[in-house]
């Protein structure tokens, strides 16, 4: 059955089963080494660097997680479902296996009748493809690469939309000299405890659930504080008509206050605050909701900073009342003068005077772990569905490799853990058994052959992002050299690019032009180490003790615009190139970076440009394998000659009196116009105005009756005359409710354009529709 991805987003509820557990006793792994590990960085895109992870999931694909129906059931000994089938899962913060079951029947909000520590049912659908999400925000489907690093289309899998919760869930940076400042930093206590608690609940008896959550919760509670909900309210573009958005959603997840830098930030999943009008957050235990903006989003690791400005979210005293009395202005300041001193970060302030209202105190500020080892315990907490308030599940590291990140399409290093991640745990923090953060939850992989994998952001790519938005005060994104490379296993291969014995490498087939190393790689060049570290034939390099990984882990290490030595073989000599690392532009983007989609209309001819979101818009969720071979073929090899090419399509035309005949031509590229071929959509747009004020001048003059000509794939071609395209625009604008005949992004294009070269041009037809269509 296929495997799919999805990030968690909110959605539905779920009926909790009241368990009971014969635990058996656990001993926690042995405690990670101190101090961060260093930042990582995502690779590329799938196969442009690095091998595809796609052999660890065989048939199946990466989803953000959420909207699935998955019973699963964590933490227990014996665990039984209402079908009868029964499995075995972990000890709550120990190694065991553990399991999950499929709802019978599709069945909606099953229950099961026993099972382990924090057991749940989602809704969901039991179906001979796997279980399905319903979707919130739909994500780009991974990319796979074959055997030898070529990149191919990926299988199917579903649009992701909202991780984390759902779509829903920003992150938050505390500015310079905010409230937040106010905030507690806890300094975890030491691990010893929280195992004693857990071997002695786990010692054979039989315990019931809250009894072992409040052993380990009692570890836990002081930092859980730290986390918050996040509500956002998002509103996406129609890629198939892109001067229109979607109707609004809204959907929760979770987001959390951490310290870097010397600073508290507030972070979330990138795609819980994908194309945001409003997000909001609300502390534990409080009523209220506290407006957030979003002043930083990493698309590439689906990471997101948010910033509270309201001083009463960091703990500060509430506004008083304009009668309350001196002793009243008092007794508010003594209160929130303890509530930020006493080092209390769990414990909200006493009640103020003034109206009876809570003085809430700082939240804590958690700290960031270093990467953990396999086997170690985890646990997730956040607000996933089933529920309002704070939930708490708990695992084991499985797996820490490079891995696809779902909502940006790259390939980053990631943490796979057997906790249930569910719609909502999006942007939650995942702590290990010193009560450090070691992670973001972030996506699933879900499937009826699939049991409680999740994924975790690791410590390493998150201090990458903090640190690239202290560096620059935006996000850069990744490095990445931009290849496309195959494996060298084969000693004939070998041989006949004159490596001696020993050597070993990776074949390079072809360079992205406009990334840095474009420059100084060329095809056939042997990839011999990257910094020094050798690379081996399948592309792997030493990880830790005893363990490989992609060896674009040591490229996502780095910061655009750090350099590094490549040592290569080209023509059977040893060379050493020195390259400034880049974030090469991709032909067909697999994100548009929350930017509206641009359109250009035509006497009824709609042109855009291809990406992953409009492709999936046009052919679903299996576009991979659906959409048009040759916008494939751009999509999984192409790479762009300039900085600005794209792949310009004719999406659909309109019918009208202009465009007759041509009404079931959709979706294919166009090549060039008028002769010249096309490099992106702002020199149709150009091209299309030049060639129309012609018109009108010719026919000023008494003659007109020029073409306009669009050759397109597939030796297609399209021909309008120039003075019908003049007298439908308005019309088909009118007839469809279009705003302008260009998206904003083109109209300020070319009116640079006109003024450099110093030429007047009317202005496009404006029609009493309102608005730009959407976002600038």
């Not at 569905?385 to 084991?396: H, M």
């Not at 655009?560 to 190139?577: F, H, M, Q, T």
Request: hydrophobic letters at 35%.
């Amino acid at each position: 059955m296929a495997l799919m991805l999805t990030s968690c987003a909110r959605v539905g509820a779920s009926e909790i089963a009241s368990k009971t557990v014969s635990a058996a006793t656990s001993t926690y792994p042995p405690a990670s080494p101190a101090g961060l590990a260093p930042p990582l960085h995502p690779q590329q895109r799938p196969g442009s660097l690095a091998p595809s992870f796609s052999g660890h999931t065989a048939r199946g694909r990466l989803l953000q997680t959420g909207r699935v129906g998955l019973c699963a059931v964590r933490a227990g000994v014996s665990v039984s479902t209402s079908a009868g089938s029964s499995l075995r899962s972990g000890a709550l913060y120990g190694s065991s296996s553990s399991g999950s079951c499929m709802v019978p029947n599709g069945g909606a909000g099953v229950g099961c009748s026993s099972g382990g520590a924090a057991g749940w049912c989602l809704p969901g659908v039991a179906t001979r493809g796997g279980p399905r999400r319903r979707l919130i925000a739909s994500p780009a489907p991974p990319r796979s690469s074959t055997a030898n690093g070529q990149v191919g289309p990926p299988p199917a899998r579903k649009p992701h939309k909202g991780g984390g919760g759902g779509k829903g869930g920003d992150k938050v940076a505390a500015g310079p000299g905010s409230a937040a400042t106010a905030a507690v930093t806890m300094t975890p206590p030491p691990a010893a405890p929280l195992t004693e608690a857990i071997g002695a609940a786990a010692g054979g008896e039989e315990v019931h659930l809250e009894e072992l959550d409040e052993e380990a919760g009692q570890q836990l509670a002081p930092y859980m504080d730290a986390v918050v909900k996040v509500y956002c309210m998002h509103t996406e573009p129609n890629y198939s008509l892109p001067w229109q958005r979607k109707r609004q959603y809204s959907s929760s997840s979770s987001g959390f206050v951490v310290r870097y830098g010397g600073r508290n930030w507030l972070l979330t999943n990138a795609h819980s605050v994908d194309y945001h009008t409003q997000v909001k957050v609300k502390r534990r235990g409080d009523d209220r909701k506290f407006l957030a903006r979003v002043v930083s989003v990493g698309v590439d690791c689906d990471i997101a900073a948010l910033e509270v400005d309201d001083p009463e979210f960091w703990g500060a005293a509430p506004p008083l009342t304009h009668d309350a009395g001196p002793a009243t202005d008092a007794a508010a300041a003594a209160t929130a003068t303890a509530g930020q001193g006493n080092g209390a970060s769990s414990v909200w302030g006493n009640e103020a005077s003034a109206g009876g209202e809570e003085a809430r105190g700082p939240p804590p500020v958690l700290e960031l772990g270093p990467l953990p080892r396999l086997q170690d315990g985890v646990a997730v907490v956040g607000y996933p569905i089933g529920g309002d308030t704070i939930s708490v599940t708990a695992g084991v590291v499985s797996r820490i490799e490079v891995t696809d990140y779902s909502h940006g399409s790259t390939d980053l290093l990631a943490i796979q853990i057997d906790a249930a991640i569910n719609g909502g745990n999006s942007g939650g923090p995942v702590f290990n058994r010193a009560c450090q953060c070691v992670g973001i939850a972030f996506q699933a992989l879900v499937g009826s052959d699939v049991e409680n994998v999740g994924y975790v952001i690791p410590t390493p790519v998150v201090t990458h992002f903090l640190e690239d938005y202290l560096r620059t005060g935006t996000f850069s994104g990744f490095p990445a050299l931009g290849l496309h490379w195959q494996r060298m296993e084969s000693d004939a291969l070998r041989r006949a690019y004159g490596m001696s014995p020993g050597m070993k490498g990776v074949l390079v087939r072809s360079v992205n032009p406009t990334s840095a190393a474009g420059q100084l790689l060329q095809p056939d060049d042997v990839l011999l180490s990257f910094d020094g570290t050798p690379i081996s034939n399948d592309g792997t390099v030493p990880f830790r003790t005893g363990e490989r990984i992609a060896f674009s882990y040591l490229i996502t290490s780095k910061f655009v615009g750090d350099s590094a030595r490549l040592d290569v073989l080209r023509g059977g000599e040893k060379k050493e190139l020195t390259v400034t690392l880049s974030k090469p532009t991709a032909l067909v983007p697999p994100h548009l970076s929350n930017r509206d989609p641009p359109y250009l209309i035509v006497g009824g001819l709609v042109f855009t440009t291809a990406s992953e979101p409009y492709l999936q818009s046009e052919y679903g969720s299996d576009y991979g394998s659906d959409a048009p071979v040759k916008l494939l073929d751009r999509l999984y090899h192409g790479f762009p000659k300039t900085s600005d090419e794209e792949v310009v399509v004719l999406s659909q035309v309109l019918a009208c009196d202009a465009t007759l005949g041509y009404e079931e031509v959709y979706n294919v590229q166009l090549l060039r116009f008028n002769g010249e071929p096309v490099s992106n959509l702002a020199q149709v747009a150009t091209s299309v105005r030049q060639a129309l004020q012609k018109e009108q001048a010719a026919e000023a003059a008494g003659g007109g009756g020029g073409f306009l000509r669009f050759d397109l794939d597939y030796n297609e071609v399209v021909v309008v005359e120039a003075r019908d395209v003049l007298k439908m625009n308005p019309e088909v604008m009118r007839a469809h409710s279009i705003p302008y005949d260009m998206s904003p992004d083109l109209r300020t294009a070319l009116a640079a354009t006109e003024e450099n070269v110093g030429v007047g041009v009317p202005s496009a037809p404006e029609l009493p529709v309102g608005g730009d269509g959407g976002r600038a």
